[in-house]
């Protein structure tokens, strides 16, 4: 089973602040891009495509190692995604059997995760993600701001990456947004749009460290946990 890693790095680090793109932001004194091809190396997975700003290729090019292939990612993530799809059977390269899809704005995800996922795969899993219990109270509001309801957290849970698919099953799920009667607004990440797809999603265990960064303080947090 060949596995290929997809880091979604296209991102623009408004929300961050920062005056380039998200996954080029530094984090102990290397790009966060690096962090996140690192951890799927790490954790088993050593082939890596990124999708990367398309005007930023050279960037991406300095900082990243040799053998990580760069492809331009879209206007949104889904259409990041899929172009990093199609690099994975690239003629003259062993084809992918197995996608493990990653941000790159999770830097500091262990190694330990990245083998949970691929693990579950290589079982026979044709979709996984790792979760997290969700800790704090959970409520429902409404447009006023008032709660209406609370919700039980019992059977809730975080969602993080990298999220892995059998590849095969991951380009139909993606090639069926392309019919305009499906909404594809609440597609927040590969797995809904494959649960989307009528194919069952198995989680593993995720880890703290594997949080997303999105606002200055998510990255002042991941510099103290390099620093600890």
Known sequence: MHAVGIVAAAGSGLR????????????GGRALVCWAV???????VSDIVVA????EHAAFATVLPLDVRLVAGGETRTASVRAALRATTEPGRPAADVVLVHDAARPLTPPAVVARVLAALTAGARAVVPVL????????????????DAVPRGPLRRVQTPQGFDRACLVAAYDALDDPT?????????????????????????????????VAHDLAVAELQVRS
Do not use: Q, Y
């Open 38 to 44: 690192d951890a799927l190396r790490a954790g088993g």
């Open 52 to 55: 990367v700003p398309a005007d």
């Open 182 to 214: 499906v909404d594809a607004t609440p597609f927040t990440d590969d797995a809904a749009v494959i649960r989307a797809a009528g194919i069952p999603v198995t989680t593993v265990e995720g880890h703290e460290r594997a949080g997303k960064i999105t």
């Open 133 to 148: 219990p969700v800790v704090d109270t959970t409520v429902v509001v409404d447009d006023d701001g008032m709660i209406t």
């Open 16 to 27: 961050l602040g920062a005056d380039r793109p998200k996954a080029l932001v530094s984090l």
